[in-house]
């Protein structure tokens, strides 16, 4: 079946430093690939998409390129706040619903 | 345009009861989906609905079940509850269904349920 995963962290990074959350996905086909973000209490936001093969997703500052030949959807930021602070889950839309990495909590320090 | 809305935010229950969790879909959206986040197993698909049919159903016991009406908005029930099924519960709504679709789903801020 479908699955995706994540480097699960914590990751601490300071503030202004980059950041990358590496993504890898096993699918039928070529899925949508999704970032969501979640703050504590709260339920996912999307942060970004791509729907087909070398399709980048952006928002924020944040980017994700969708790779159909490492099948991965990596996500980077080039100057990280205090404010990204949260947990990232990766994700892709297959038959069955949405199938979510295990998430990967982000803190940054100033 | 408002958001994917649930209600309640928090529950609390007992071993053996029932539950009713309810989900406002974005307006025009016809698809509802839900979902199960826990510390251990993470998020976790339960079921799909559009248009007042099921379409998809992830791998959980048959006391969890949903339903969805004709203005789109859907409820899901867990009868016999268990101190496993203590978990935040998720909806999202998106305009299609299925693996095909490259529609976004939008997330509601979930149903915190704990069962004691």
């Known amino acids: 079946g479908d699955s995706v995963t994540q480097m699960e962290g914590p990751v601490t990074l300071s503030e202004e430093a980059f950041l990358t959350i590496n993504c890898t996905y096993t699918a039928t086909g070529y899925p949508s690939l999704f970032w969501y973000v979640q703050y504590p209490g709260e339920g996912l936001q999307l942060l970004l998409k791509a729907t087909k093969a070398d399709d980048k997703g952006s928002n924020k500052g944040f980017e994700a390129t969708y790779r159909k030949e490492t099948t991965s959807f990596h996500l980077e930021k080039g100057s990280v706040q205090v404010s990204d602070s949260a947990v990232y889950f990766c994700?892709?839309?297959?038959?069955?619903?949405?199938?979510f990495g295990k998430g990967t909590h982000l803190i940054i320090q100033p | 345009k408002a958001g994917v809305t649930q209600t309640p935010r928090y529950l609390i229950k007992t071993r053996g009861q029932q539950v009713t969790l309810s989900c406002s879909p974005i307006s025009g959206h016809r698809s509802v989906s839900w979902y199960q986040q826990t510390p251990g197993q993470g998020l976790q698909f339960l079921f799909e609905?559009?248009?007042?049919?099921?379409?998809n159903k992830g791998n959980f016991p048959g006391r969890f079940s949903g339903r969805q009406f004709s203005n789109s908005r859907s409820e899901m029930n867990v009868s016999t509850l268990e101190l496993g099924d203590s978990a935040l519960y998720l909806c999202a709504s998106s305009l299609w269904y299925g693996g095909g679709s490259t529609d976004t789903q939008y997330f509601g801020p979930g149903t915190r349920l704990t069962v004691l």
């Open positions: 994700a892709l839309r297959g038959a069955d619903g949405l199938t």
């Open positions: 609905y559009f248009s007042e049919t099921q379409r």
